[in-house]
């Protein structure tokens, strides 16, 4: 592979939309967004390739090898959190279009025709730091969300992502085109893979993780001249919740569960009025289910009693609830083969992440692959992976393109949906 | 008094950014803030008398007996919090403007002129919600703070105070009138004249008060993927401090102090990421300056313990802080003899909540006054007082400036701000 192609690009995507700490801010159908979106879009078309843009903003870069014959889709997404990191998706993308870049060289250079075509995919809004839920764009491609209602969300000013979309001028028609197989490489967010040593991750299953939307009414009143005692401050109420959600982890063995509360908006928010309300929102995740199911109910026990003792109302609902999905074994297998002969090292992980790949493992068996992060942070500025590691993920990615293309996924069904629900 | 013409002057301001719930939300600049200014400006000037906007948006009536003598200033301010209640300000302006046409028909009578002009004043952002900090056009017409900086300050949106007074049409360039004294009528917002079955409440100090801006500086991270212990979470810190602020009144005697945490915001506000930042602002009040030193030394000590606890960075800024103000003996006197001749039942009160006659008080011998609140709520839509008790309070108000303008306090100096604070 043309290791300095790769990584001109991806150093080139990283100062799209950069930031003052060598991060990035490109949120879902921004104007910062939109720049990523014309650099993939002037490369698809560029490298020959038929550009589509479905009707929630996911971009597809199609190969046509077999007139006709299904897809096998690559690729991850370009939007960040706000201070995001420059790897986190933007990486698994240009991976991806340097891996069908190279295919589509060996096809051209006479190598056998594959079974299946090859696309590379820019999935909408993965991230959903500006639109909840996150994982947006693949979930609507596989049929996981809705699409019209997906297109009514609205962000905190109140802009949808309708409205978004169309205003980048993403709001697409085309037909997205169906997967015989998916692929997607990303750096791993955590730090196993780089305490061992190791150069690839196979990820065999995700974790189990839920939302609870929270939402503590309180009264509003004057913060010098009502008494303490009068109060029923909706502020204190919703303190002491986001402490019981981060607490909640101590029941547990270490590192079984993570938990915290990310989003909060307070009402009137004004510094001399006792809130009315806040809303927040609580994100549990785990290895187990029967973990979470627990944490969430604790949770939902001590917040009834602390209701009753601030004499407020807290209303909890469950959103986003995303089973534990496993990856085909058959995909792993593969995965570790083609590791073996690229002489790259390679490790079975789970992700306590959610991927574009979780919910496209529903409709097609999937391949989900993670090379190292440093020190294993991300979704901020300093989050860092290395040149080697990248380019050794792009040789991999190739590889299991090449392999998935050619049919070796071929006979094996997708897990449903319904199945693992 | 018309008391008829009265209340339904003040029911029918009460329609004007009515809320759902009986309530008003008209914030300083806003166009429901317009909709009351031009309001009040119709009214002054059916009364035929000389309407003038200051350069910080305060609007005058100016009644012109005595030509070029100095003014007795009467009035409250027209702005209200977010969803807040509809007498909060409101009443106490337009029972000056109803104060002030009885009066002016004695003088057109041939009541004998008195030494002193009459003006009725609403007060630019008396409430702060919007724009901080509060009592914001009384305190620069008494030289308390910059008109230049308040002209600069910003909402959460950024926009300042110069753009939205111009935006509004009442960025005025008229001179503001001398004062040669003032007196307000308020609702007490607290329950002292309800539980005692008292009509007026004679206001002879504000309590100690100041603020704490507090920015909690964490690392923004995945919480999906970022193990517990590797978190730097700047919410959970924050929950701590509120609960802090909520928690240090116990250490001193019931109602001796009262405090809180109205406003926050928290960076990036997105689900899936643990926060990097939050900002808020802690509101300390006691009739006893030491309380509130002592309290506020305690949160410096616990919040330094906690910032070094979770590896964070805590910074903590004292502002807005604002002394004990004791209103005039000679005024608190001659409010005790109005009100017997009224036959109203009176007592002399603190007051916790800040008032334009406070900042007025520094440059002009002020007398300030209450009128009793059902369940001593305010900054809420169930903020409530009687009818009958409003009427009794403008015949209150028009006592007081009859004698102001006759010059009762001719003779009293206005405490100093320098010596106070």
Redesign the interface.
């Known amino acids: 592979m043309n290791s300095a192609a790769f990584l001109t690009d991806f150093h080139h995507v990283a100062t799209i939309g950069a930031t003052a700490n060598n991060g990035v801010d490109r949120q879902a159908a921004t104007a910062e967004d939109a720049l990523t979106r014309e650099w993939f879009a002037a490369w698809v078309q560029d490298a020959g390739w038929e550009l589509r843009v479905d009707g929630i903003g996911n971009m597809f870069g199609l190969l046509e090898w077999v007139p006709g014959a299904p897809h096998i889709i690559i690729g991850s997404h370009l939007d960040s ?3 995001g990191g420059r790897f986190d998706g933007a990486y698994g993308v240009i991976a991806a279009l340097h891996a069908a870049r190279r295919l589509d060289a060996e096809v051209a250079e006479g190598a056998e025709l594959p079974q299946f075509n090859l696309a590379v995919v820019n999935w909408f809004n993965e ?4 639109f ?1 839920p ?1 994982i947006m764009g693949s979930s609507v491609y596989a049929g996981l969300l809705d699409r019209e209602k997906m297109l009514a969300v609205g962000d ?1 000013q109140g802009t949808t992502v309708r409205e978004a979309l169309a205003g980048i001028g993403y709001l697409g028609t085309a037909e997205a085109p169906d997967a015989a197989g998916y692929a997607e490489i990303h750096i ?4 196993i893979l780089e305490r061992e040593g190791i150069n690839i991750g196979l990820v065999d299953s995700s ?1 189990y ?1 839920q ?1 609870l939307d929270i939402e503590v009414l309180g ?13 029923h ?1 909706a ?2 109420a ?3 919740i ?2 019981m959600v ?1 607490d909640v ?1 101590k029941d547990f063995a ?2 079984a569960i ?19 309300r806040v809303h927040l ?1 609580a ?1 549990l ?1 785990s290895g187990d289910p029967d973990i979470v199911k627990a944490a969430r109910a604790k949770l939902l026990k001590d917040i009834d009693v602390l209701a009753r003792e601030h004499d407020i109302k807290v209303n909890v609902k469950d959103f986003d609830i995303r089973p534990i999905r496993r990856f085909p074994e058959a995909g792993l297998e593969l995965a570790d083969k083609v590791a073996a002969n690229l002489g790259l090292s390679a490790r079975r992980i789970q ?4 991927h574009d790949s979780v919910a496209m493992n529903t409709v097609a068996p999937s391949v989900m692959l993670f090379i190292p992060s440093v020190d ?6 300093r989050e860092f992976t290395t040149d080697a590691d990248m380019v050794a993920g792009v040789d991999m990615l190739t590889g299991i393109a090449r392999e998935l293309v050619a049919g070796a996924l071929a006979e094996t069904p997708a897990p449903s949906a319904a199945a693992l629900a």
Chains 1, 2 share one sequence.
Do not use: F, Y
């Open positions: 959190q706000p201070l991230e959903g730091g500006r909840a996150s905190l791993e967010q955590g730090r974790w993780t939302k009264e509003q009143s004057h913060t010098g001249a009502t008494a303490m005692a009068d109060r401050d502020l204190v919703a303190s002491k986001i402490l981060h982890t270490d590192e993570v938990s915290s509360v990310g989003q909060l908006t307070l009402e009137p928010n004004s510094p001399i009025v006792v809130a009315r929102v994100d995740r992700t306590m992440a959610g294993g942070v991300s979704h901020c500025e």
